[in-house]
């Protein structure tokens, strides 16, 4: 089994921050238009590799309910395969857009935008896209503006950082009984999904940076100093139940194995917090009347199989699929994502 030091973890919890669009200040990136950012593609069943003709594809993503669309968050490729899969979606009934890049508070704000109250400006301004989002507002407005110019309503999923922090901070006994009830059923004993996570940790500490952006942890990474205990499972108030705070980073190498899996488990709730709540709010919405269809926006991390799409199954939202945006190229990322399959479809642009 491979081995990863409490250092290497603390390390990437920094690197993982940065590229998930949460550090104070990230790196300026260059901006591509995402309508410039058109390859050729071919889209492959996960499972099996099978190439898919166009018409297959999207007809299979007009059955579903709900259609999770990755991203690495400041790759334009992805967000032009996310704008693809909007364009070509006929729903018979009413559409959204849910967003992890909004947070739940601001729905109202989301509504008076889609409904032509206000401007774009307000739109950024009054959901603070600047500091609770960081990225350019450029990879997200061609999916925003196209949803809104057909009709369709848009959603924030996300988690407010008020509410995330303070649960963080003090568990369950720190919040007020109102903010106990915004808290979602939380299942962290799902094995496919640890698994997912412990394999990701261990590529960090091996210092595939470069997996940081490719496979995406795009939750809030920071360890909690709270966290729930592993054998919480679908119990808001196990799930938030405070642990002991998370080993210091000076920690001595020689309680490695330990403070390790101690370390890992004082992270894991916050990425699950981060999954459970988008699919909680995505599965209210699609169930509160018939005939909705949902297209989720969100970063490659939380949208697999065992993440965001497995959290709305076990809502009852029976017809979601994940879709993984890969640009192919000879670094062995889409046999990868086959040989390992995490998603239903790759939609494999090739430049």
Known sequence: MRRFSLASLLSWTIVASACSGHSKSPAPVPILKVEEANLPYQVLRAEGGRELTKAEFFGELNAAQAICVGESHTDSHHHWAQLQVLENLVPSGQFA?????????????????SEGRISEEHLLTRSDWKRRWKYDWGYYAPMIRYTVSKGGALLALNVSKELKD???????????????????????????????????????????????????????????VHSAPASATHDPVAATAPAATAPAATAPAATAPAAEADFIDQIYPVQVLWDETMADSASRWLQAEAGRQLVILAGNGHCHNSAIVARMKRRGVERVVSVRPVVETSDGETAELLAQPENDYLFVMSK
């Open 97 to 113: 857009t849910g967003m992890e890049m909004f947070q739940r508070p601001f729905q109202g704000v989301l509504d008076d935008f």
């Open 166 to 224: 303070k649960w963080k901070k003090g568990g369950v006994e720190g919040l007020s009984e109102e903010e106990k009830l915004k808290i979602p059923e939380m299942n962290l004993d799902d094995d496919k999904h640890r698994k997912w996570f412990r394999t990701l940790m261990e590529s960090m500490s091996e210092g595939h940076e470069k997996d940081a952006g490719a496979h995406a942890f795009v939750g809030d990474p920071e360890p909690a």
